[in-house]
């Protein structure tokens, strides 16, 4: 069975960091692609971050020079580091993990940035 548990959501001031954790269990982790997506209140969830098995990273433009994806292999963890936040930044967020047609979505973690 395929699982991927998300954690490090929270409260947070704007200005301030969070980082975002996703563990798998189930998969061959390093093969995987990994992404982080959002869902605000009333919006479609939209793509934020991917990281490809490799290293090629693409990020949301509303989210460049402030988040950073990474992935520790040897976890079978991925990771969105977010600084900068702001209140648009209010969202579900989402861990995806894909490989060809196959992909896996987390339980979402809340994050609230208050002005």
């Known amino acids: 069975q395929v699982r991927l548990v998300e954690s490090g959501g929270g409260l947070v001031q704007a200005g301030g960091s969070l980082r975002l954790s996703c563990t798998a269990s189930?998969?061959?982790?390093?093969?995987?692609?990994m992404g982080w997506y959002r869902q605000a209140p009333g919006k479609q969830r939209e793509l934020v971050a991917r990281?490809?098995?490799?290293?090629?990273?693409h990020y949301a433009d509303s989210v460049k020079g402030r988040f950073t994806i990474s992935r520790d292999n040897t976890k079978n963890t991925a990771y969105l580091q977010m600084n900068s936040l702001n209140v648009e930044d209010t969202a579900v967020y989402y861990c995806?993990?894909?490989?060809?047609?196959?992909?896996?979505w987390g339980q979402g973690t809340q994050v609230t940035v208050s002005s």
């Open positions: 995806n993990t894909f490989l060809f047609s196959t992909e896996y």
């Open positions: 189930g998969i061959t982790f390093r093969v995987y692609n």
């Open positions: 990281l490809g098995h490799g290293s090629n990273t």
